[in-house]
């Protein structure tokens, strides 16, 4: 029986092993695809790219000079996912091609059984490094399997499909779209985007990276470790600013400059400006957006009513007839997918136990659950990169691994309800009176019982001090 087994081999499950083997604990990981590299690997879409600074999106403890761009592509990021792998002697430690399909919590044997469809595994330890972009949605459209042309996810871009002189139909205006349509529009014969609700877009300050630069990363890491604390405190900022009314106005000015700079039609100004607060839903960054939905080729249509054969059919009934159609409708955010396959000491999967609104200590532990961490886990969403997130709660998952190999006796440790419940009481009510509850605000950050799952109140600082101390009065043993 191995120390830990780890699920996934995105940034969560490769920085998970990494920490283990420093710390001289036994681990695997299992992956149930032919590639490391999680949501880099997935995303494939036309100018699919990180919305967080290159320098930043990266490991404090690995950095990369060669980043060619100030926001790296998704060719790049998963390439620096594979020379981080292959500097640790990761590689060996995937099990690729293991998918997990339960894991079941032995309490007579106090460990994990982990089963996968090329057999089972057994861990004292098990730390879910699956992440909340993995399941996509597709929106449930009246007619939808009526349509005969083709058609896709944008997380799961079909290559083999020609877009050449095609009547393209996109749903959805959110993160993915705002990256591929400028990337497409050039090459299909007409294009509709389907906007249900209009996002927030402010300009991408992207620029290449000269290779100068990257020699003086390389030799000097002390310069990218200064900018990336430059960084921590410009995202700590924005952060802690998006709930004062006074900078969401300033920042909301610059993304109405953003819209007039790309579209001169005023109708099409005012079909393009949300009608919620900046920051109740995840905000956007392109330089491209608006120039392209002026382009003549190209018709922002209110949100899809319903579609009949080849013709997608508008809220306000304007009609389109697509050759195909791509769904940029991202992903369950709100709900980790992997709870659907976790069985702790009540029998119950954890997602049944959640009943839709995920609930986590620190949104890394869970009550039902011994011996197991959750990585990117609920209400951990905070406007920052996502390695703050991972490297916080890694420290966090260590000193709890390490506590019980220290400490005599001890075979399992789980959270109190109590503590949990008051935790997550008290996120919820920091939450009301936060920006992502402001003016009616709906998004995919509020679960289906209307619970806000998924974001983090409180400033980044503030996350550092809770998951930097590891209290095992919190605990039963």
């Known amino acids: 029986m191995q120390d830990v087994v780890?699920?996934?081999?995105?940034?969560?499950?490769?920085?998970?092993?990494?920490?283990?083997?420093?710390?001289?604990?036994?681990?695997?990981?299992?992956?149930?695809s032919n590639e490391l590299g999680g949501v880099w690997r997935e995303n494939i879409y036309p100018g699919c790219a990180c919305d967080i600074p290159a320098i930043f999106y990266s490991y404090s403890f690995s950095p990369n000079s060669d980043w060619s761009r100030?926001?790296?592509?998704?060719?790049?990021?998963?390439?620096?996912?594979?020379?981080?792998?292959?500097?640790?002697?990761?590689?060996?430690?995937?099990?690729?091609?293991?998918?997990?399909?339960?894991?079941?919590?032995?309490?007579?044997?106090k460990c994990w059984e982990l089963i996968t469809n090329q057999g089972t595994y057994f861990s004292k330890f098990v730390i879910f490094g699956t992440?909340?972009?993995?399941?996509?949605?597709?929106?449930?459209?009246?007619?939808?399997?009526?349509?005969?042309?083709?058609?896709?996810?944008?997380?799961?871009?079909?290559?083999?499909?020609?877009?050449?002189?095609?009547?393209?139909?996109?749903?959805?205006?959110?993160?993915?779209?705002?990256?591929?349509?400028?990337?497409?529009?050039?090459?299909?014969?007409?294009?509709a985007v389907f906007q249900r609700t209009a996002p927030w877009v402010i300009?991408?300050?992207?620029?290449?990276?000269?290779?100068?630069?990257?020699?003086?990363?390389?030799?000097?890491?002390?310069?990218?470790?200064?900018?990336?604390?430059?960084?921590?405190?410009?995202?700590?900022?924005?952060?802690?600013?998006?709930?004062?009314?006074?900078?969401?106005?300033k920042l909301q000015a610059i993304a109405i400059k953003n819209i007039k700079r790309g579209v001169k039609d005023i109708n099409l100004q005012q079909k393009l400006i949300?009608?919620?607060?900046?920051?109740?839903?995840?905000?956007?960054?392109?330089?491209?957006?608006?120039?392209?939905?002026?382009?003549?080729?190209?018709?922002?249509?209110?949100?899809?009513d319903k579609i009949e054969n080849n013709k997608i059919i508008a809220k306000d009934g304007t009609e389109f007839l697509a050759d195909v159609v791509i769904y940029a409708t991202g992903f369950k955010v709100a709900n980790p997918p992997v709870a659907k396959l976790i069985y702790g000491t009540t029998g119950k999967s954890l997602n049944d136990e959640w009943n839709g609104s995920p609930k986590a200590y620190l949104g890394?532990?869970?009550?039902?659950?011994?011996?197991?961490?959750?990585?990117?886990?609920?209400n951990l969403y905070a406007f920052t990169s996502a390695f703050t997130m991972i490297e916080l709660q890694l420290k966090y998952i260590i000193k709890a691994i390490n506590y019980m190999k220290t400490t005599k006796n001890i075979k399992s440790i789980v959270v109190k309800n109590d503590v949990t419940s008051d935790y997550n009481n008290n996120i919820q009510d920091v939450l009301a009176t936060t920006v992502w509850r402001s003016n009616g605000c709906s998004s995919y950050f509020i679960d289906k019982n209307?619970?806000?799952?998924?974001?983090?109140?409180?400033?980044?600082?503030?996350?550092?001090?809770?998951?930097s101390n590891f209290r095992i009065e919190d605990y039963k043993i």
């Not at 996810?153 to 591929?180: M, P, R, Y």
């Open 364 to 378: 890394t532990m869970l009550p039902t659950c011994p011996n197991a961490f959750l990585m990117l886990g609920p």
């Open 274 to 304: 949300p009608n919620y607060d900046i920051g109740c839903k995840r905000i956007l960054q392109s330089n491209k957006w608006y120039r392209t939905l002026s382009q003549k080729n190209v018709t922002v249509c209110d949100g899809v």
């Open 450 to 467: 209307g619970n806000n799952s998924t974001n983090w109140p409180h400033s980044i600082k503030y996350m550092r001090n809770e998951l």
């Open 70 to 109: 100030f926001f790296a592509k998704q060719d790049e990021i998963k390439e620096y996912a594979y020379k981080t792998a292959k500097k640790f002697n990761l590689i060996k430690k995937i099990k690729f091609n293991h998918e997990l399909l339960r894991a079941n919590w032995d309490e007579e044997k």
């Open 131 to 191: 992440g909340p972009m993995h399941e996509v949605v597709t929106p449930n459209i009246l007619g939808r399997d009526t349509f005969k042309g083709e058609c896709f996810h944008s997380a799961e871009w079909d290559e083999s499909i020609d877009l050449t002189n095609k009547k393209v139909a996109v749903i959805g205006t959110g993160a993915s779209a705002i990256q591929f349509v400028p990337e497409i529009y050039s090459t299909v014969k007409e294009l």
């Open 6 to 32: 780890i699920i996934g081999s995105g940034f969560s499950g490769l920085g998970a092993a990494i920490k283990l083997q420093k710390n001289g604990y036994t681990y695997s990981i299992l992956e149930k």
């Open 203 to 249: 300009p991408k300050v992207d620029f290449k990276i000269k290779t100068v630069w990257q020699k003086l990363f390389k030799y000097f890491p002390i310069i990218q470790k200064v900018i990336r604390l430059l960084l921590s405190y410009y995202f700590n900022k924005l952060n802690n600013n998006l709930n004062d009314l006074k900078s969401r106005q």
